[in-house]
């Protein structure tokens, strides 16, 4: 193959793998001497636990161990530990109970685990499991944050952020002041592989070996550690394929750290796979956050002033880096891309009955974005102002911009994308509202201009080595988990080194093979990887301008280097890049390490993907019923690597948006703090049938803040979703006098709110 371009669209060299079934996901992965591990969870959402009975389970066929809390004390076996415990910016130290792999003492949600059995077979240890007796006294759940917010012990933190005096200017000097009471609802992340993981014990080196399907394995393995008594370099932590992760794979986890101790109980290879019930109660969860907001205005709808009171609901632990979501990324960019010269927020996070919240697309950035942009919606309507006109009136049209919380936003064209994409949607929407009209329906647009700062891990590793067949491997500390990288790192690379992609290897998911990783999250690969290795490429042309020279007989300054090879400048005299690396290998440069180069890159700023998504649906009055006929997009993501990966990116993070939009909502009982949707039976997730064929630019505005101009692409749609569809829905049924929809517009919320506005 020949080299590759940054831009080009060549398809997914993992795909093949993948499509004929020769991907290496933990479920097809083999180990020797192999038993199977069953986590028995509470039954109920919040109980003491008496007494745990494993006898019945220990005299069943197969079964090799059954681990308990008791066991779990014996053992020397720590709290997992949350990854923040205290506010970045105040260093108030977050509140937080104890999360212990096995419950002690008291199940603080259905689903938390209790005893893991291990057996010879899969079915034995199911079999075993269900002879695991425990003795609870259940207790009243609380499942929602109105609730647990009347209680103090119930949070974790609770802070505020922003200018409190010139809001309260801004708000005294409105002409108008619009206000909504948002909740955006928990939703269940669902990847298409479930978790799961081997674990592993060398009993000579003492050394502990954890096969996961994950996105974060560096982070997992430090905290791991910690749950284990052991140092992290006692700790490897491997992941091949993984089918998805969307967040919710991001942080450590109990089953990780009882696999691993089963492991060194039983000298033997310890599976476990989460079935799907089990990851309706286990994976962490998302959303699940309520705000009051307030957003001022002057008589020509300019933005004044913006505060909101909100809270999240963290669930029952505190768990992974939720709390620096709370205290950093959802207070990063609140009012999105609008000019707001005023914000103050308070920000708060309570503990209830249900299964901790993680991180899911866009987090926190949702969250805002939702309450923003409904918020212009509600007050456009309040001023009879058009609201297309109201965000062009107020979004930002300059870059750099200031914002107000403390980031600079470099780059970006939003009264171009916003414009661009109005024109498409807005082509021949009237006669479609007509013909809807006809047939008994209704249309609306709902318009939303996502944006968010790309956070995650800001350390990343690459390693750069030149091997003796001519081909070049990189090693990298971040993880693909479907996004392509096996296809769009080395196209980077092919580009920066004149190398041809299929002498490209690209390696990762494994601790041992480079000291430091960000994994995956906040779409961060990219700009932080890319960034890694453009910079390591040019210590590689550095350090072969010298032996180039030498081995050509000429001054360094004038060897140049482009399309993979050293060139004596006005000269036909050249040597390629594998040749180079060769002479260096041989004359033992660099410590024999030749052109060999090894990256650590520290993030210097963030990145900014942004776009204007807008959502058509129609509406039947008549049973509630929404179909999404069109969505329109009008992106940034920077400097694109390879339009095709980034089509297939937006198109699943649209699809993601779509589902919590339309049908996607966890629901708990009050009380018993059972989950009610733990089923797809009862969890619808968006199908092909339900999203139209996407209308899709991208407007390519390179970063300034990253030497390839990468801004991230994983979550605009996730993001802009939710209130593209809440927008559209209200603008459709706006005759009716329907001003707000509770949760995804579901039939029956749509219907109900057609009712209850008649008075019905």
Known sequence: MTNLKIGQAPRRREDTRFLTGS?????????????YAVVVRSTHGHARINAVDISDAMKAPGVLAVLTGVDQAAAGIEPMPPYERANPHSGEAFSYPDQYPLAVDVARYGGQPVALVVAESQN?????????????????????????????????????????????????????????????????????????????????????????????????????????????????????????????????????????????VTGRQVKWINERSDGFVSDQQARDHTAMAELALDGEGRFLAFRLNGCGNL?????????????????????????????????????TNTVPIGVSRGPGYAESSNIIERLIDRAAAEMQLDRFELRRRNLASIAPYAHPMGLTIDSGAYLENFDAAVARACNEFENRQRDAESRGRRRGLGVVYHIKATFGVPVENVELTFGPDDHLTLVTGTQSIGQGHETTFPQILSDLLGVPFDQIRYCDGDTDLIPKGGGHGSSRATSM??????????????????????????????????????????????????????????????????????HEYIREAHTFPNGCHIAEVEVDPE????????????????????????????????????????MERAVYEEGSGQLLSGSFMDYPMPRAADVPSFDLTFNEIACTTNPLGVKGSGEGGAIAG?????????????????????????PENVWRAIQNAAGG
Not at 654 to 661: E, K, L, R, S, T
């Open 23 to 35: 991907g290496r996901y933990i479920d097809d992965l083999a180990f020797d001497g192999l038993v």
């Open 124 to 264: 034995q240890a199911r079999d075993a499991a269900e002879l695991v007796s425990v003795d609870y006294d259940a207790a009243p759940a609380i499942t929602t944050i109105d609730v647990a917010r009347e209680d103090p012990a119930n949070y974790c933190l609770q802070w505020r952020t922003g200018d409190d005096t010139a809001v309260a200017a801004g708000m005294k000097a409105a002409a108008h002041v619009t206000s909504m009471l948002f909740h955006n609802h928990r939703i269940v992340t669902n990847p298409m592989e479930p978790r799961g993981g081997v674990g592993a014990f060398d009993p000579d080196s003492r050394r502990y070996t954890l096969t996961v399907s994950a996105q974060s394995i560096h982070n997992a393995r430090d905290h791991i550690a910690v749950s284990l008594g052991v140092a992290p370099s006692d700790v490897r932590v491997v992941a091949e394929d993984v089918g998805g992760g969307f967040g919710s794979k991001n942080f450590m986890y109990a089953e990780q750290v009882l696999v691993l101790w089963a492991a060194r």
């Open 315 to 351: 669930g029952a632990y505190l768990t992974g880096g939720m709390g620096r979501l709370h205290t950093d990324q959802f207070a990063a960019l609140p009012g999105g891309p609008y000019i707001i010269p005023a914000i103050h927020l308070t920000v708060a996070a309570v503990y």
């Open 529 to 598: 990887a890319g960034t890694a290795m453009y910079r390591a490429v040019q210590d590689i042309i550095a350090k072969g301008r010298r032996v180039a020279a030498h081995a050509l007989e000429a001054a360094e300054a004038d060897i140049e280097f482009h399309d993979g090879r050293f060139q004596v400048a006005g000269t036909d005299r050249d040597l390629d890049i594998m040749a180079v690396a060769k002479l260096a290998r041989d004359a033992g440069e660099e410590g024999g390490r030749g052109l060999d180069t090894f």
């Open 623 to 662: 049973t509630g019923t929404v179909a999404l006929k069109r969505y329109t997009g009008a992106d940034d993501y920077g400097t694109i690597i390879n339009p095709m990966v980034i089509e297939g990116q937006v198109h699943g993070a649209i699809a993601q948006g779509v589902g919590q939009g339309l």
């Open 722 to 746: 939710l209130p593209a569809i809440a927008n559209a829905v209200l603008d459709a049924l706006e005759p009716y006098g329907v001003t707000e929809i509770v949760g995804p517009a579901t």
